[in-house]
Protein backbone atom coordinates (compact mmCIF):
# COMPACT_ATOMS: atom_id res chain seq x y z
CA UNK A 1 0.00 0.00 0.00
CA UNK A 2 2.95 2.47 0.62
CA UNK A 3 4.51 1.36 -2.59
CA UNK A 4 0.89 2.79 -4.12
CA UNK A 5 0.78 5.68 -2.36
CA UNK A 6 4.30 6.67 -3.41
CA UNK A 7 3.69 6.24 -7.08
CA UNK A 8 0.36 8.27 -7.24
CA UNK A 9 2.74 11.38 -5.89
CA UNK A 10 5.09 10.14 -8.03
CA UNK A 11 2.57 10.55 -10.80
CA UNK A 12 1.10 13.62 -9.67
CA UNK A 13 4.63 15.74 -9.80
CA UNK A 14 5.22 14.19 -12.97
CA UNK A 15 1.78 15.48 -14.27
CA UNK A 16 2.07 19.10 -12.60
CA UNK A 17 5.61 19.24 -14.32
CA UNK A 18 4.57 18.33 -17.50
CA UNK A 19 1.75 20.95 -17.72
CA UNK A 20 3.83 23.73 -15.91
CA UNK A 21 6.41 23.29 -18.76
CA UNK A 22 3.39 23.07 -20.82
CA UNK A 23 2.26 26.73 -19.66
CA UNK A 24 5.74 28.12 -19.65
CA UNK A 25 5.66 27.45 -23.65
CA UNK A 26 2.75 28.19 -24.59
CA UNK A 27 3.06 31.77 -22.11
CA UNK A 28 6.42 32.00 -23.23
CA UNK A 29 5.27 32.23 -27.06
CA UNK A 30 2.37 34.48 -26.65
CA UNK A 31 4.69 37.23 -24.65
CA UNK A 32 7.42 36.64 -26.87
CA UNK A 33 4.71 37.64 -30.07
CA UNK A 34 3.96 40.32 -28.59
CA UNK A 35 7.35 41.63 -28.25
CA UNK A 36 7.64 41.50 -31.68
CA UNK A 37 4.86 43.02 -32.87
CA UNK A 38 5.17 46.82 -32.31
CA UNK A 39 8.63 46.62 -33.91
CA UNK A 40 7.02 47.62 -36.72
CA UNK A 41 5.85 51.07 -35.50
CA UNK A 42 9.01 54.16 -35.28
CA UNK A 43 9.62 55.90 -32.00
CA UNK A 44 8.21 58.87 -33.56
CA UNK A 45 4.82 59.78 -32.37
CA UNK A 46 1.66 61.50 -33.43
CA UNK A 47 -0.78 63.18 -31.47
CA UNK A 48 -4.32 62.34 -31.97
CA UNK A 49 -7.19 64.20 -29.78
CA UNK A 50 -10.11 62.15 -28.38
CA UNK A 51 -13.31 62.83 -29.45
CA UNK A 52 -16.35 61.98 -27.83
CA UNK A 53 -17.01 58.49 -28.51
CA UNK A 54 -13.67 57.17 -28.87
CA UNK A 55 -12.19 54.29 -27.41
CA UNK A 56 -9.04 53.13 -27.85
CA UNK A 57 -9.78 50.69 -30.02
CA UNK A 58 -11.73 52.42 -32.33
CA UNK A 59 -8.71 54.89 -32.62
CA UNK A 60 -6.11 52.49 -33.59
CA UNK A 61 -9.02 50.79 -36.05
CA UNK A 62 -9.06 54.19 -37.71
CA UNK A 63 -5.48 54.73 -37.97
CA UNK A 64 -4.72 51.56 -38.96
CA UNK A 65 -7.09 50.95 -41.59
CA UNK A 66 -8.56 47.99 -42.64
CA UNK A 67 -6.15 45.30 -42.68
CA UNK A 68 -3.75 43.47 -40.05
CA UNK A 69 -4.73 42.98 -36.59
CA UNK A 70 -4.85 45.57 -34.32
CA UNK A 71 -3.93 44.68 -31.03
CA UNK A 72 -0.46 45.40 -31.04
CA UNK A 73 -1.11 48.71 -32.10
CA UNK A 74 -3.63 49.17 -29.22
CA UNK A 75 -1.17 47.87 -26.89
CA UNK A 76 1.07 50.36 -28.25
CA UNK A 77 -1.47 53.15 -27.58
CA UNK A 78 -1.30 51.77 -23.95
CA UNK A 79 2.04 51.97 -23.30
CA UNK A 80 3.17 55.11 -24.98
CA UNK A 81 0.40 56.72 -23.10
CA UNK A 82 1.10 54.85 -19.71
CA UNK A 83 -2.79 54.15 -19.77
CA UNK A 84 -4.05 51.89 -16.61
CA UNK A 85 -6.98 51.32 -17.68
CA UNK A 86 -8.80 51.29 -21.42
CA UNK A 87 -10.90 54.84 -20.07
CA UNK A 88 -9.78 57.47 -22.10
CA UNK A 89 -12.16 61.33 -22.28
CA UNK A 90 -13.17 63.74 -24.93
CA UNK A 91 -10.47 66.49 -25.05
CA UNK A 92 -7.53 64.09 -23.98
CA UNK A 93 -4.27 64.07 -25.92
CA UNK A 94 -3.00 60.06 -26.85
CA UNK A 95 0.29 59.63 -28.74
CA UNK A 96 0.47 56.92 -31.62
CA UNK A 97 2.99 55.05 -32.88
CA UNK A 98 4.27 56.40 -36.47
CA UNK A 99 3.79 54.09 -38.86
CA UNK A 100 7.27 52.58 -40.51
Known sequence: MLWLRNQCW???FFVIGLFL???NT???GYMAQGE???DTYEHDTVEVVVA???TVWSIAKEYQGPEG???PLVYEIGRL???QSPMIYP???LLLPKKK
Do not use: C, K, P, T
Open 26 to 28: VLG
Open 52 to 54: AGD
Open 36 to 38: YEH
Open 10 to 12: FIS
Open 21 to 23: IGM
Open 91 to 93: GQV
Open 69 to 71: DIR
Open 81 to 83: NEL
